[in-house]
Nanobody, 117 residues
């Protein structure tokens, strides 16, 4: 069964940085686009960033994180990262990694990011 495990969440000060990781198993990781989503309390889950399959030459970001967050992947490690810089008070949420394979969605369990001074 395909599985993703996120890590790296925690408490960060406004303006600080955090790096999230998501490691997959039982999947041909390099063959699939990967995405990071987030869900804040009372809000819908939203796409934050995504990266193309293979070498990840193409990336896309939601406007609110452009220039602050960077998505990347290391296929031999079956891992996708989300580097969060210049964190803002509106960034707290549970962050999930995601992919779709054969029209089925796969999610990790999420990692919580809290912004506090």
């Amino acid at each position: 069964q395909v599985q993703f495990v996120e890590s790296g969440g925690g408490v960060v000060q406004p303006g600080g940085s955090l790096r999230l990781s998501c490691t997959g198993s039982r999947i041909d990781f390099s063959a699939y686009a990967m995405g990071w989503y987030r869900q804040a309390p009372g809000k819908d889950r939203e796409l934050v960033a995504r990266i193309s399959p293979g070498q990840g030459d193409n990336t896309d970001y939601t406007d609110s994180v452009k220039g602050r967050f960077t998505i990347s992947r290391v296929n031999p490690k079956n891992t996708v990262y989300l580097q969060m810089d210049s964190v803002k008070p509106e960034d707290p949420a549970v962050y999930y990694c995601h992919t779709m394979r054969n029209y089925q969605n796969y999610w990790g369990q999420g990692t919580r990011v809290t912004v506090s001074s």
